[in-house]
């Protein structure tokens, strides 16, 4: 039994490098693909937004000299090119998928809205939303949000190279210990850093409950959607 119809999935660019130092694994591609195929064969419609870290950040752009909205564009470009990568390994695997584009380019993918994204959605067909939000200043959680919203989602999943949201950042504290609900309050009480404060506020207006989990485990995604309690609930 799956507990969510339809979910925004987030996954980040940076995790896509697997180990490498740069760009695109194709090993952890394949594995995201089918975790994503093994939900939507069980009739769950998803939407996913994908970082592009693995390539290009704005900010990193602007400390070394760059135009910061140049930068940004590059980093907007980075996740199509991420968004393409996902989607042909998507297709690899005969799961249907088109990629919509926050900033006009066809033919690469067809320029988003929110019609289209419902009418692909509603057809079984993962759709990813590329280009982030198409604005400069923002980041691809905050585009996450966004679209979770638009397209009304049950849910927006973060999937990471965490488990979970923690009193700290678990990447630099080892005593830092793990939540398994925090309320959007709590996470600007205690200035925890797992997602940007705009798509943090942007979810809590609007009552899109977001799940941090691990997603480079096999099957995480699957228990999720299942209702398993792993990873943290973040709820108003
Ligand atoms: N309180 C916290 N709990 C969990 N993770 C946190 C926390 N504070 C910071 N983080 C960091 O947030 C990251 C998850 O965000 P994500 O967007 O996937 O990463 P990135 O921005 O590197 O692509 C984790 O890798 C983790 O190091
Ligand atoms: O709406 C958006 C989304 C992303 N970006 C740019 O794209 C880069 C890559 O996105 P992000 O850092 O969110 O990727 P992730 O951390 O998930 O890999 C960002 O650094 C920004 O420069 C942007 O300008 N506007």
Redesign the pocket.
């Known amino acids: 039994m799956v507990k969510y119809k339809r979910v925004l999935l987030?996954?980040?660019?940076?995790?896509?490098m697997g180990d490498q130092q740069y760009g695109i694994d194709s090993q952890r591609l394949s594995e995201y693909a089918e975790q994503i195929k093994e939900i939507a064969d069980l009739g769950v419609q998803v939407g996913i937004v994908?970082?592009?870290?693995?390539?290009?950040?704005?900010?990193?752009?602007a400390a070394k000299g760059f135009d910061?909205?140049k930068?940004?564009?590059?980093?907007?470009?980075?996740?199509v090119i991420?968004s393409l990568a996902l989607n042909s390994a998507l297709e690899a695997i005969q799961c249907k998928s088109r990629v919509l584009t926050?900033i006009r380019m066809e033919p690469i993918g067809e320029f988003y809205s929110k019609q289209k994204a419902v009418d692909y959605l509603s057809q079984g067909c993962v759709t990813i939303f590329s280009?982030?939000?198409?604005?400069?200043?923002?980041?691809?959680?905050?585009?996450s949000s966004?679209r979770g919203i638009e397209i009304e989602a049950d849910v927006m999943l973060k999937g990471t190279r965490v488990d979970g949201i923690y009193t700290a950042d678990p990447e630099k504290d080892s005593t830092a210990t793990k939540f398994e609900t925090i309320t959007f309050d709590e996470i600007y009480h205690k200035d925890l850093r797992v997602m940007?404060l705009t798509a943090t506020t942007m979810c809590k207006e609007n009552n899109l409950p977001i799940i941090v989990f691990d997603m480079d485990t096999k099957g995480n995604l699957k228990q999720v959607i299942e209702g398993e309690n792993i990873g943290t609930l973040v709820h108003n």
Do not use: Q
């Open positions: 987030k996954l980040s660019g940076e995790s896509l994908i970082g592009g870290g693995n390539i290009f950040r704005g900010l990193s752009g910061r909205v930068g940004d564009s590059m980093g907007m470009l980075a996740t991420n926050a280009a982030g939000t198409g604005n400069p200043y923002f980041t691809t959680d905050t585009g966004l940007d």
